[in-house]
């Protein structure tokens, strides 16, 4: 059975910086897309950041440059370090997998999720 849990959100004041971590069970990661997804309240959930069987590695234009996804050595877990963050960055924070090699920007494509991790960023 695949498990994915997050931990690691918090409040944190604007220009602060995070790490998340989504520790997975039951299947092989690096054979498959991992992400992660925010939602705001009244907001549509959006892809954050992707990492795909290949290494390759996306972000939503919002968070390049201050969020670096990675995978831990030992493929179970997932990171997502958040740096500069900003206001809007606040959302509940969910970890992904979809059983492709390639990422696709569509959540309804991901096959398991986790049970999120709230991010507070105060200006």
Known sequence: QVQLVESGGGSVQAGGSLRLSCAASGFASRTYCRAWFRQAPSK??????????????????????RFIISLSNDENTLYLQMSSLKAEDTAMYYC??????????????F???GQGTQVTVSS
């Not at 990422?103 to 309804?108: M, T």
Request: proline share 3%.
């Open 44 to 65: 549509e959930r959006e892809g954050v950041a992707s990492l795909d069987s290949t290494g390759a590695v996306s972000y939503t234009d919002s968070v390049k440059g």
């Open 96 to 109: 992904a997998a979809s059983l492709t090699p390639y990422c696709y920007a569509d959540a309804a494509l």
């Open 111 to 113: 096959d398991y999720w």
